[in-house]
């Protein structure tokens, strides 16, 4: 079964740092992309890193420069160190893997169950 397990999410306040993990298991790692998004109440999820299995990265335009996303092929672990957290982070993060692209428009292939990151001002 395919899992992507998130952790590391918490209660920071505004200018804070957290580090998410995501543990993957259960399908080719090498073969996919790893993505994080994020989802606020009452908004879209949208999408604020990739890393590739080559080592590319993607960055949405409003965390980049704070975040940066990271991968331990050996564990099959991806990571995202979140700096400067704004209010407006405040959003379930979840991991998330596309064998083809990512991001994905027409949506990723796996999901995780989400982590909560909360950014008090």
């Known amino acids: 079964e395919v899992q992507l397990v998130e952790s590391g999410g918490g209660l920071v306040q505004a200018g804070g740092s957290l580090r998410l993990s995501c543990a993957a298991s259960g399908f080719a790692f090498d073969d996919y992309a790893i993505g994080w998004y994020r989802q606020a109440p009452g908004k879209e999820r949208e999408a604020i890193s990739c890393i590739l299995s080559d080592g590319r990265t993607y960055y949405a335009d409003f965390v980049k420069g704070r975040f940066t996303v990271s991968s331990d092929n050996a564990k099959n672990t991806v990571y995202l160190q979140m700096n400067s957290l704004k209010p407006e982070d405040t959003a379930v993060y979840y991991c998330?893997?596309?064998?083809?692209?990512?991001?994905?428009?027409?949506?990723?292939?796996?999901w995780g169950k989400g982590t909560l990151v909360t950014v008090s001002s």
């Open positions: 998330t893997a596309d064998g083809s692209v990512c991001p994905n428009p027409d949506g990723m292939d796996y």
